[in-house]
């Protein structure tokens, strides 16, 4: 005779994600790292925004520096021209419903010469926009970033992608999705990606 094992089901609560996002903190998702762009609302369900390219697969984790789970990747998607090789994307990141509320943020949108204040890996820095372009290309076969600001300095470096950059009366502006060490940094509008996304831009 042999011998057999009672196996019981018991329902349990799916696990909840803790820890409020803060926009600007500092983010993982698996090996890559960004940052935390605005709160968000969409379909219902709060989040908050980061650069796709640090939030590529939809279902990931998404933690703190601590190693919190805060969030999961709900959607990713490209915003340049399809046709070619996607080069940066916009992500939207579910959290847990009781860390965000649902007041609507107001956005502002960018022109040259507007001063902007950002803060990443550097810490706090205020800079200026340059120039604005509807199609950014980053080579000949890449699709290139839509709506885009050039500043005027450098401002962000690699591990800075999805940090919120802020008008000179703190009104959100954008997100940072890209740049050089040494001469500028790319940030696309906020109300762009929010839009693009389906999404809200909440406090």
Known sequence: MQPYSRVFAVGIEPPRLFGGPVP?????VGMRNGMSGTLALRDGVRGFLTAGHVAPDIGALVRDLSGTAIGIVRDSRSLGNDSLDPAADIAFIECDADTVTRT??????????????????RGPVNTWIQALSSNFLVDRTRAGWAEIAM????????GDSGGPVFSEDGT??????????SSYTLVQEAAFQLDAIGAIAID
């Open 24 to 28: 600007g903190a500092r983010i993982s």
């Open 104 to 121: 609507p943020r107001l956005l502002r949108t960018l022109a040259e010469r507007d001063a902007v204040a950002y803060s990443g890996l």
């Open 151 to 158: 500043t005027g300095d450098p401002v962000a470096n690699e």
């Open 172 to 181: 959100l502006a954008g997100h940072v999705v890209g740049g050089t060490k």
